[in-house]
């Protein structure tokens, strides 16, 4: 086993940054804590991605917590996906506690109480900025993928997407979308067979059923206008401090469709809309996903592609995505291959099966000289952690048993009075909330639909004069006996004869 004098000189150059960087905690070794060796994450590997992982109640939320604050210290803009509603405190000061003097005085840190910008986001009914976009937006491919549509049924949304820019008719929300459909196999089937060729009564039916299912989860709160901004996440306060935007999903947990669905759009917005950045000194924005076995166990395969696709190339645009969850094997492989830092909480061994889990979060960890992985995981104490990251060179960093510094705002969530306060102070909310309901394809053809039955009862109305002129001059005789009530009781007569 080597010394203790050089596991610290190990992590004191591990852990030095040339550049700006964020400060997690203090390095552990076996129990105690190594007051001033402190463990320190370049800015420049933040868009590397990461994972904090680990069972309840070991202290993860408040290391998320610690993340976002020193995050926006340096200027950078943060989202977090408040699953379980218990990060709207990062608005207030902690109150301070004597236990959090004793754990800085031990990490050799100074304690800071502080309040951070914040605006509250919503997706639903909950107050707050509300965070719509249109169906337009989605377009057909990243729709058909939330939908789960077959390959016949995705190209069926292509051509109705088609269809609707050669027309003009806006896709805003899913009342539009439902329309177009029905217009498709009804009053426009001619129209759009003549141009586009046939569409299955079937499919079309199929894909209908399926945007009903999204929008009894809530969806259709979330289609329509007016469209979220992306750049509003990169605001940052008069002071110079990047906003945490925290986006309250408390009612979302039982609607995983429409969480993963907000997820993945929201995820291809930022990439549409941001420039490449390449190697950059620091991140231009940084998401962190609470729950994020919500995003993964409810998608599709082909939704899954989409997202591993998004983060590995995302980060050439500055932006950072960090999942938070329980266990690592939450978050598919592929995904985990790509995320740079890593800040594991204690796993608990219940079952055989947990055992077994444990033994497979520990390789992925850098093998260490200084610690048994696999028995250190089941032994952290809360707000204690594993951290690997990469340094400034892309280099992993050695593992490292870490005393997790306190978060500098209050552990708790804010009262009714003051989440309302927050929101009332607002620059962006009115700007989002107004409803808005544009003339878009719903309108449009409807007054199509309404149109066409108008002229078809004004063919009809003169036809119809013109004939009854002829029919004042049929012998009365006549009349009665072409008449539909003569015929049937004719071939009702005739039915009994022939049944004699």
Request: include cysteine; charge should be neutral.
């Amino acid at each position: 086993m080597a010394s203790k004098k050089e596991f610290v000189d190990l992590i004191a150059k591990g852990y030095q940054s040339k550049g700006e960087s964020i400060t997690l905690g203090a390095a552990m070794l076996g129990d105690e804590t190594l007051t001033g060796s402190l463990v320190n994450i370049p800015l420049k590997t933040i868009n590397r991605h990461g994972l904090i992982s680990g069972a309840t109640g070991t202290g993860k939320t408040k290391t998320l917590q610690v993340f976002a604050e020193n995050l926006s210290e340096k200027g950078i803009p943060v989202l977090l996906m408040d699953l379980k509603g218990d990060l709207s405190g990062l608005a207030k000061a902690s109150p301070g506690h004597p236990k959090i003097d004793q754990r800085h005085e031990k990490i050799g840190f100074p304690f800071e109480a502080k309040e951070f910008p914040v605006e509250i986001l919503t997706i639903s009914e909950q107050n707050g900025t509300r965070l719509r976009a249109t169906v337009s937006e989605f377009g057909p491919t990243l729709l058909s993928r939330i939908l789960g549509l077959s390959e016949v049924q995705e190209g069926i949304l292509a051509i109705l997407f088609q269809y609707c820019d050669d027309k003009q008719l806006g896709l805003l929300d899913l009342k539009d979308l439902k329309k177009v459909l029905q217009f498709a196999t009804q009053e426009g089937k001619a129209e759009l067979e003549a141009s586009y060729g046939r569409i299955s009564t079937a499919s079309t039916g199929s894909i209908l059923r399926k945007i009903v299912a999204l929008e009894q989860q809530g969806a259709d709160m979330f289609f329509g206008e007016r469209s979220f901004e992306v750049r509003d996440l990169c605001r940052v306060s008069d002071d110079g401090r990047g906003m945490i935007s925290v986006l309250r999903l408390t009612d979302v947990q039982d609607k995983p469709k429409m969480f993963s669905t907000f997820m993945l759009q929201l995820l291809a917005e930022v990439y549409n809309s941001f420039p490449e950045l390449g190697d950059s000194d620091r991140p231009e924005l940084v998401l962190f996903i609470d729950e994020a076995h919500l995003v993964f166990e409810n998608a599709s395969k082909s939704l899954l592609d989409q997202l591993e696709s998004i983060v590995k190339l995302i980060r050439s645009k500055g932006i950072g995505i960090y999942f938070v969850t329980q266990n690592p094997k939450d978050i598919p492989s592929d995904v985990l291959s790509q995320l740079g830092l890593k800040i594991q909480h204690a796993l608990r061994a219940f079952t055989a099966k947990d055992r077994k889990a444990i033994k497979l979060a520990a390789e992925n960890y850098p093998d260490s000289d200084y610690y048994d992985t696999a028995k250190v995981l089941t032994e952290l104490g809360i707000g204690e952690a594993l951290v690997s990251a990469l340094n400034e060179k892309g280099v992993p960093t050695p593992l490292v048993k870490t005393m997790l510094r306190a978060p500098m705002s209050r552990m708790d969530v804010l009262s009714d009075s003051e989440l309302k306060e927050l929101i009332a102070t607002s620059k962006i909310a009115r700007r989002y909330n107004e409803v808005i309901d544009s003339e878009s394809a719903y309108e449009i053809l409807n007054k199509k639909i309404a149109n066409a039955q108008e002229r078809e009862k004004e063919v009809k109305s003169k036809s119809g004069s013109s004939k009854s002129n002829k029919r004042t001059a049929i012998n009365p005789v006549l009349k009665v006996l072409t008449s539909a009530t003569f015929i049937r009781g004719v071939f009702g007569i005739l039915n009994k004869v022939f049944k004699k």
